[in-house]
């Protein structure tokens, strides 16, 4: 098998599962390919990405495509790539123009896209597409995978899946012409087969899985001075950071001692740092930008709970299971964390961690003070939870049934 892995942008700071997967493949002997449709904007990226054998292919939009012989000389427009493009993959897949109907209703920039990858999938000999996140990527793989004639599967997220700007009939089709479809989350597979019905019976959960050699168990430090509160997320809505701050503003008024470090960058920034400014919580809480993975590891050892204050966004965005909480929880981090999407399917309340209503600072302040105030309780969440997390998010394990499924669609052909 040579399997193809399509994605919007790589590497990606956020996307660690991403590289996670690739290794574990890469380690069990498969040939991977990478696909890029964006170059990379991130300021950090993880060590790990160095490890990866695959190389990575940047696929062009149509205004800054490859050269064509026939466009030489000339002052081209997209539209002229475009139809360069079209020739180009119909001399080595003759009955492309019968299969050109298939990208009705599609940007023009994917099929631009759809045609360069469908030619390497045949120069190169690739067996399977694989897509992350079921917007466009998968739109891509999606017609590359019917013009090159491979089966292609998609692994479908969070905001792909939840977002207002998801098109419903657009993700249908993807779930009927795909070979198999993978989700990160139980509450994740229920959504979709209630909002998709028998097409969505294919849906299987596989967790991200986690290198947990990498993520060696720490027992929570005893009697730090003062006590640390760590949140680590993109500075969006869907992380209910704006829920953090108003807890660390009643944690203060109550008297207890803590520090705040908020680590990530975003759009919210500055609404966030206002806030920090209104209450006056600048010896308390502070912004301190995104970090390199190692320092986040190191932060997270360092802190005496992780908040994760997720919330459902007003325009339906969601974190399906967040891999820095699973990272948290591998570390032996103590957790509190809001009661939605597949959270809860990690930290069982009292058991595994502390879980909370979402949109509510008191009930989050009141269980950061627990944690804050309750030495005996972390050992007892920790090791629990990171027994969950050995049992459920195994890297090699959950890798292997994703293999599994990449089998298995080459055996449909």
């Not at 996307?15 to 990478?34: C, M, P, Q, R, W």
């Not at 119909?90 to 009955?95: E, K, M, N």
């Not at 981090?333 to 979402?358: F, M, R, S």
């Not at 090791?383 to 969950?388: D, E």
Request: with cysteine.
């Amino acid at each position: 098998m040579a399997i193809a892995y399509v994605v919007k942008r790589y590497p990606r700071y956020s996307e660690t599962f991403i590289v996670n997967e690739i290794l574990a493949h890469e380690a069990a002997g498969l040939d991977i390919k990478i696909f890029a449709l964006r170059p990379p904007v991130d300021s950090h990226f993880q060590d790990k990405i160095a490890r990866v054998k695959a190389p990575v292919t940047y696929i062009q939009k149509p205004s800054q495509g490859r050269s064509h012989p026939d466009l030489l000389g000339q002052n081209p427009t997209a539209a002229s790539y475009l139809w360069a493009e079209i020739q180009a993959t119909a001399t080595l897949i003759p009955d492309l123009w019968k299969k050109l109907a298939y990208a009705a209703g599609e940007r023009s920039s994917v099929l631009y896209q759809a045609l360069w990858l469908a030619q390497a999938v045949r120069h190169q000999g690739i067996t399977h597409l694989h897509a992350h996140f079921a917007s466009v990527a998968t739109s891509v793989t999606r017609l590359a995978a019917h013009f090159a004639e491979v089966p292609y599967s998609f692994t479908a997220h969070a905001k792909d899946i939840f977002h207002e700007s998801v098109d419903p009939a657009d993700f249908d089709r993807k779930l009927q012409d795909a070979c198999a479809v993978v989700t990160v989350s139980d509450y994740n597979r229920a959504y979709l087969q209630q909002q998709y019905g028998e097409v969505a019976t294919k849906v299987k959960r596989i967790y991200n899985g986690m290198d947990l050699t990498e993520l060696p168990y720490q027992p929570p430090l005893e009697n730090p001075q003062p006590p640390l509160i760590v949140s680590v997320s993109r500075l969006v809505e869907k992380k209910g950071l704006t829920y953090l701050i108003a807890a660390c503003d009643l944690l203060r008024r109550w008297g207890c001692e803590f520090h705040c470090h908020i680590v990530g960058s975003g759009p919210l920034e500055t609404t966030l740092r206002s806030q920090i400014a209104q209450h006056q919580l600048e010896p308390w809480v502070e912004v301190i930008g995104p970090k390199p993975q190692g320092e986040v590891f190191q932060l997270l050892k360092q802190a005496t709970v992780f908040a994760a204050p997720y919330v459902i966004g007003k325009d339906g965005n969601r974190d399906g299971l967040p891999t820095v909480l699973l990272e948290a929880i591998a570390l032996g981090t103590p957790c509190v964390a809001t009661d939605v999407t597949g959270i809860p399917e990690i930290i069982a309340h009292q058991k595994t961690g502390l879980l909370v209503a979402q949109n509510d600072p008191e009930q989050l302040a009141k269980a950061l003070q627990i944690l804050l105030n309750q030495a005996d309780l972390l050992h007892h969440f920790t090791q629990a939870a990171r027994q969950r997390l050995e049992q459920a998010f195994n890297l090699q394990r959950n890798a292997a049934q994703l293999r599994q499924l990449f089998h298995q669609g080459e055996a449909q052909r």
